[in-house]
């Protein structure tokens, strides 16, 4: 199975700081027709995942543009661009290039 | 607006089995892929099965293959997880995702425990 490797495991900002989540892959996630199926996710206390950005680089539907993604092959990253109080949580990376899909441990951003 | 609600949950014993549902709405059902995506209490993500848009593809993890089942009625928007013999490493929310984890239901909790 592919191993997603997130670093760093907390992270801890002040407002208005931005951030930067690392999400590195075992193999790499681009496939045969050149896509690459890497995903961010934001879990918030007490709620279920939400889809931030897809297939590396793509903002999802109502996701603030201060979230960016960039990366390719084996090495990914996440960019919060000023953190706001309401992007606290616990992020992922997920992959769906190879079976089984598989999700990195999880970043778990604090505000200062 | 997409909702996913699941439901069936609850306290079962080692051993037991339990039906979960995931009701859909807001989008066209019968498009796209589902996933059973599950958490164990105060960890992460683990996918455990997937089916395709018609049914015609099915893959489980490890962890759950020969044990739980994942179908769908797309006359009923509903998509199911069939669990038999539940183990205590089972205890987790349980989420049904749409797409690729383009929306996520609130979840539905099992717990396996004597």
């Known amino acids: 199975d592919v191993v997603l490797t997130q670093t760093p495991s907390t992270l801890s900002a002040t407002i208005g700081q931005s951030v930067s989540i690392s999400c590195r892959s075992s193999q790499s996630l681009l496939d045969s027709a050149g896509n690459t199926y890497l995903y961010w996710y934001l879990q918030r206390p007490g709620q279920s995942p939400q889809l931030l950005i897809y297939l590396v680089s793509n903002l999802g539907s109502g996701v603030p543009n201060r979230f960016s993604g960039s990366g390719s092959g084996t090495d990914f990253t996440l960019k919060i661009s000023g953190v706001e109080a309401e992007d606290l949580g616990v992020y992922y990376c997920m992959q769906a290039t190879h079976a089984p899909l598989t999700f990195g441990s999880g970043t778990k951003l604090e505000i200062k | 607006e997409v909702q996913l609600v699941e439901s069936g949950g609850g306290l079962v014993k080692p051993g037991s089995s339990l039906k979960l549902s995931c009701v859909a709405s807001g989008f066209t059902f019968s498009s796209y892929g589902m996933h059973w995506i599950r958490q164990a209490p105060k960890k992460g993500l683990e996918w455990i099965a997937l089916?395709?848009?018609?049914?015609?593809?099915?893959y489980y993890a490890d962890s759950v293959k020969g044990r739980f089942t994942i179908s769908r009625d797309n006359s009923k928007n509903t998509l199911y997880l069939e669990m038999n013999s539940l183990r205590s490493e089972d205890t987790a929310m349980y989420y049904c995702?749409?797409?690729?984890?383009?929306?996520w239901g609130q979840g539905v909790m099992v717990t396996v425990s004597s």
């Open positions: 089916i395709y848009y018609d049914s015609s593809n099915k």
């Open positions: 995702a749409m797409g690729i984890g383009d929306y």
